[in-house]
C-alpha cells in the first residue's frame, strides 16, 4: 500500500493557469534576481494574476493552474491532518501527511537556496536548489521588451485534474473519520488503499518520473 506521500511530482510546475489575463510584468530594468524573488513573492502570497504576467505565455496557464491545486490539496492535508493527530496521534498524522508538496514546486518551493546566476542580456538562469537536494534546478528566463519572463518546461497531460482527485479524496476521508468517531486506524488504512492511494498513483504517472524515492508506511 502506498504511503500517502508516495507521488513523484517533479514535473509540478510544468502545467498551471487560472485563465484570467495578467495584470503586472516584471518591473523594467529589473535584475533577473530580483524577478525571480518577485516571482516566488507573488506565488506564496497568492498573487495568481501578478505571477502570470511574468511566465511564458504558452506556459503560464498550466503552471498557475498546478500551483492553485497544489495549494488546494494542502489546505486540504492540514484539515485531515489536524482531525489525525487529534484521532491517533502526531506521529500517525505525519505519517499520512502530504506537506512534503510543498518543496516539489521546482523554482516555487517552500525552501529555496539561490547559487548562482547568470544573466547573458537577453537570456538568464538562475541555479537554485530545494530543500538541499541535488542536482541543483535551472531557472530559466527570456527578456521581452525590457521585462525577464520564466520559461517553465511543457505540461504534462492530466495532472491538473489528477490534484484535484486527490483533493476530492483527502476531503472525503476526512469526512469519513469525523462521520466514525470510533474508526480504527486499520480501517482508515483500507479506506486509503482503496479510494486514495490509486489516485495517487495516476498523478504519478500524469507528472512523470518521481523526484524521490517511494515510501511504504512502516509497519507497527
Known amino acids: 500500500m502506498l504511503r500517502m506521500g508516495v507521488v513523484g511530482l517533479g514535473l509540478l510546475v510544468a502545467v498551471g493557469g487560472c485563465g484570467k489575463q495578467p495584470s503586472a510584468a516584471s518591473q523594467p530594468g529589473e535584475s533577473v534576481l530580483a524577478a525571480y524573488r518577485r516571482m516566488r513573492e507573488s506565488c506564496r502570497t497568492g498573487q495568481y494574476r501578478r505571477l502570470e504576467a511574468m511566465i511564458d505565455p504558452n506556459e503560464r496557464i ?37 506537506q512534503w508538496l510543498g518543496n516539489q514546486l521546482g523554482p516555487f518551493s517552500r525552501e529555496v537556496q539561490v547559487v548562482s546566476h547568470r544573466d547573458d542580456g537577453e537570456t538568464a538562469v538562475v541555479m537554485v536548489q530545494v530543500a538541499d537536494r541535488l542536482p541543483l534546478e535551472a531557472v530559466r528566463f527570456t527578456r521581452r521588451q525590457g521585462q525577464w519572463v ?37 480501517a482508515f488504512e483500507r479506506y486509503l488503499a482503496d479510494h486514495v492511494d490509486p489516485l495517487i498513483r495516476q498523478a504519478a504517472a500524469a507528472a512523470g518520473p518521481p523526484t524521490r524515492q517511494p515510501a511504504t508506511r512502516p509497519s507497527r
Open 150 to 186: 520564466y520559461l517553465p518546461g511543457p505540461p504534462p497531460t492530466g495532472f491538473v485534474e489528477a490534484l484535484d482527485g486527490i483533493t476530492a479524496a483527502i476531503e472525503q476521508s476526512t469526512t469519513v473519520l469525523r462521520r466514525d468517531p470510533q474508526m480504527e486506524l486499520t
Open 62 to 98: 498550466g503552471v498557475v493552474d498546478t500551483l492553485m491545486a497544489v495549494d488546494a490539496l494542502l489546505r486540504a492535508d492540514r484539515r485531515r491532518e489536524h482531525l489525525l493527530t487529534e484521532r491517533y496521534g502526531e506521529a500517525v498524522a505525519e505519517l499520512f501527511s502530504l
